[in-house]
């Protein structure tokens, strides 16, 4: 940053930060009657479109378990514990804020650690294994964490090859197969989905590979597939708790301030036949179950 030319108003510059170049201009004064320059097309002829400086790619970081997208969606919207593992600090917290991002625009409310290290405090809680574990996402490289971590209900072990040229077609592994440090690739856990698979938006995003889609397009139809699949979840819920909401009329500034209903979670889990998910997306499953989970963790 100490290398940024100094700001002029009316000038694009481009600023370099972290690997990324940012494009920004001063507004100028209107009143001098200026028009600023332009800036040369081939100047940004290599440059990679990024929505913002803080996203990451989802679909190269989630290119090689892509088959279980919607299983950890699931996970997530928990706040089930998970681990990542992989060979490189940059890898694992891109994947960490990857599966963070999953459940936008619902606030992911439970704790995550895109890079954990022995050395951080919580490093005796989270490998101890005579208590219960607490709802993070850790991003580890550390090899003795393949050892000190198995005991993790949910495991997403990522190769040296980063991205890989195509999906990886590993099936589940059941988490207590993850004892030698050269464990294979894959996601290693035990949980049964509750939702049916939507083979569609493997199909479309596999077709993309074939076709040689952009990168930026596939994250886009992949971020899109999630934020339905999300406001799905939650329309439900807030269908409900406009239920709950005072009548107009018994609101008034002569009036003391009326109390919200009582959510209750069986008379919501009543509606479901009626105004569920279904309404809304055409994926199936228990989704009674997934709410029950939800009311149990932070998200909720």
Same mark, same amino acid.
Not at 46 to 65: G, K, Q, T, W, Y
Not at 179 to 200: N, V
């Given at each position: ?46 440059? $990679? ?15 090689? &378990? ?31 804020? !990857? ?18 290290? &022995? ?11 005579? %208590?219960?574990?607490?709802?993070? &996402? ?11 971590? %198995?005991?993790?209900?949910?495991? $997403?072990? &990522? ?36 939702? %049916?698979?939507?083979? +569609?938006?493997?199909?479309? +995003?596999?077709?993309? $590979? ?9 994250? !886009? ?9 999300? %406001?799905?979840?939650? $329309? ?10 005072? +009548? ?23 509606? +479901? ?28």
């Amino acid at each position: 940053m100490d290398q940024w030319p100094p700001p002029v108003p009316g000038q694009t510059v481009v600023l370099p930060l972290n690997g990324v170049l940012l494009q920004a201009r001063l507004p100028v004064d209107r009143t001098t009657g200026t028009s600023p320059p332009q800036s040369s097309p081939s100047q940004f002829r290599n440059a $990679i479109p990024v929505p913002s400086v803080h996203e990451v790619d989802i679909f190269r970081c989630f290119l090689p &378990i892509l088959p279980h997208v919607q299983l950890l969606w699931e996970l997530v919207i928990v706040t089930e514990p998970i681990v990542v593992m992989a060979s490189s600090p940059s890898v694992c917290s891109e994947m960490v804020q !990857a599966l963070v991002s999953m459940i936008w625009p619902l606030r992911y409310c439970a704790d995550y650690r895109p890079f954990f290290t &022995i050395h951080d405090s919580e490093f005796k809680e989270y490998t101890s294994t005579n %208590q219960a574990l607490p709802s993070v &996402i850790l991003g580890v490289t550390n090899p003795f964490f393949a050892k000190t971590l %198995q005991h993790w209900p949910h495991i $997403i072990r &990522i190769g040296d090859e980063f991205p890989p040229n195509s999906p990886q077609r590993h099936k589940i592994k059941k988490a207590s197969n993850l004892r030698t440090l050269d464990s294979k690739p894959g996601l290693y856990t035990q949980y049964k989905p509750l939702l %049916q698979k939507d083979k +569609l938006l493997l199909k479309k +995003l596999l077709k993309g $590979i074939q076709t040689k889609r952009p990168s930026e397009v596939q994250s !886009a139809l992949l971020k899109r597939y999630l934020l339905e699949l999300t %406001q799905s979840f939650m $329309i439900p819920l807030e269908r409900y708790m406009a239920s709950l909401m005072p +009548l107009q009329r018994n609101i008034s500034p002569y009036k003391g301030t009326p109390s919200l209903g009582p959510f209750k979670p069986d008379d919501f889990l009543r509606t +479901l036949e009626n105004a569920g998910p279904q309404l809304t997306t055409g994926i199936k499953g228990d989704w009674a179950a997934l709410y029950r989970k939800f009311f149990r963790c932070s998200n909720f």
